[in-house]
């Protein structure tokens, strides 16, 4: 979760929308005048799949060099293609934080309508964010947060702390009945702040279960490569224990694959991320991997939605305000073999 909040911020903004909407309904009930054609109209004031306002769309991503990272450009891309009314300018994405600032300056000198940024690095891009935000273009910031609420006009994104917390509990119902029972960690990047946040919210939910102990904890890098090097250093190591969290289903591809050549079948698996692969496996039901917690990227598409709202001055349907909101936290679910059909469809390469 992002160290300072927006909610102070866009206070304002959010309770002059409350107090707009709480008077539209007083009118409606109290007056017997004709209603004055789109003045009040909730109907009227949220977006929908239908032709409005023509929007250029400036998308800014890292370079697609995981799995997760080019489902996200992926996502994006055939949202905005599912909208006559949405022009998508995309740039080539870039982890090179200096590169990617002149990619978004190139796309608010094409005075795009709205910007939807995923920065490689949050706080090297506030400065363009910021740059973008008084030149009049809304900033949707994706998933890596900006280093101040001031450089973006909404933020969505996904849930480390929640991925943890998820996964900590699904183990620990999963071996409430066992006794000094005991769980490693398959982390990710430690240089990483998501990782921090994610094993912080494992450890915090392991808390509530007195029986459960976890004995181990070894970072990989998100590979496939390091997820196998790394697992197979686990299991040298710990003998005997009865569940694994992995923090990302790349290099749990690699860890699977230490696991199968050490032979090692007794022990519970939970990944990260929601990957196709993963997915399949669980599936399948052939292996340790028994459930993976998602941090979907389809957050993309959902921003492509909101720029498009914002670039429309519309709210989001099914809810009262007539502005989006400044800050969507997505809720990070379990997926194992109860509820895999219903999930296959959102897994990623």
């Given at each position: 979760?992002?160290?300072t909040s927006p909610f102070a911020s866009r206070r304002g903004l959010l309770f002059g929308a409350a107090a707009l909407s709480t008077g539209a309904l007083i009118t409606g009930c109290t007056s017997n005048e004709p209603k004055d054609e789109g003045s009040d109209d909730k109907s009227q004031q949220v977006a929908d799949d239908k032709p409005g306002k023509q929007v250029t769309i400036g998308f800014a991503g890292p370079q697609a060099d995981h799995g997760w990272l080019n489902a996200i450009n992926d996502n994006a891309k055939e949202r905005a293609k599912k909208y006559s009314d949405v022009t998508l300018e995309s740039t080539e994405g870039s982890n090179d934080t200096a590169a990617q600032i002149g990619q978004v300056e190139t796309l608010i000198n094409k005075k795009v309508d709205v910007l939807v940024i995923l920065p490689a690095d949050g706080k090297a891009l506030t400065q363009v964010?910021?740059?973008a935000m008084k030149a009049g273009i809304p900033v949707v910031n994706?998933?890596?947060?900006?280093?101040?609420?001031?450089?973006?006009?909404?933020?969505?994104?996904?849930?480390?702390?929640?991925?943890?917390?998820?996964?900590?509990?699904?183990?620990?119902e999963k071996l409430k009945g066992k006794k000094n029972a005991k769980v490693v960690e398959l982390a990710g990047l430690d240089n990483l702040e998501l990782t921090k946040q994610r094993s912080k919210g494992f450890d915090d939910a392991l808390k509530n279960y007195s029986n459960i102990e976890k004995v181990a904890r070894q970072a990989a890098e998100f590979t496939v490569e390091?997820?196998?090097?790394?697992m197979s250093q686990l299991l040298q190591a710990q003998k005997n224990f009865d569940a694994l969290w992995n923090h990302d289903d790349d290099q749990g591809v690699g860890a699977l694959r230490a696991i199968k050549q050490a032979g090692r079948d007794d022990f519970l698996m939970v990944g990260g991320a929601g990957a196709l692969s993963a997915m399949q496996a669980i599936e399948s039901d052939d292996s340790v991997l028994k459930a993976t917690v998602l941090y979907p990227p389809s957050m993309a598409a959902s921003a492509i939605d909101?720029?498009?709202?914002?670039?429309q001055s519309k709210g989001v349907s099914g809810m009262a305000e007539?502005?989006?909101?400044?800050?969507?936290?997505?809720?990070?679910?379990?997926?194992?073999k109860e509820n895999i059909s219903k999930y296959m469809s959102t897994g990623f390469k």
């Open positions: 979760m992002p160290e964010g910021l740059k994706l998933d890596r947060v900006f280093a101040s609420p001031q450089a973006y006009r909404c933020w969505i994104g996904g849930d480390n702390y929640g991925m943890g917390l998820s996964a900590g509990h699904y183990i620990g390091s997820g196998q090097q790394k909101l720029a498009r709202a914002l670039g007539f502005e989006i909101p400044a800050f969507i936290t997505l809720y990070s679910a379990v997926v194992d």
